[in-house]
């Protein structure tokens, strides 16, 4: 089976510029690696291209995440030690949250095999990242905190969110 290689997001920044006499809104490089990245494609002046435009999210959200993952490394005895993304990554596994399944055929049988998705800024949108988000807090209440509430939870993240920084 082949998987379906996802196509290069290069960062792109909207600027204003005058073009033809006329104000505009255009994309340029966000930075020196994404101009870098343009010119070794070979992308030229009044190339026609397709893109895929998606803002990236919000880095508090990112941050809060991995500080959500060190409260549970901190108090959930099963993750002692465990650093914040692989926390988030057996999470994803254990409640099949945002995984792809593979089925493996070995000795006569099959048997799946699950791979967590990225939970990057280039793989998910705000809407898909706060979905995920949400089910594995979910997750985590049904599972390891039960009777926490998702502002308990959040206060907790936050406050690990302050003692990191």
Known sequence: MTTK???ERIPMRFVEAVVDGIKRRVLVAADQMAAARLKTRKFNTHDLVFAELRQPRNPKFHRFVHAFAMAIADNVEAFEGIDPHTVIKRIQLEGN???DELFIQAHGQTFPYRIPRSLSFESLDEG???ELFGQIR???VRTYWPGCTDFQIDQMAEFMQDRAA
């Open 5 to 7: 290689r996802k196509p």
């Open 97 to 99: 949250i945002g995984c």
């Open 128 to 130: 898909e990242f706060q």
């Open 138 to 140: 979910d997750y985590v």
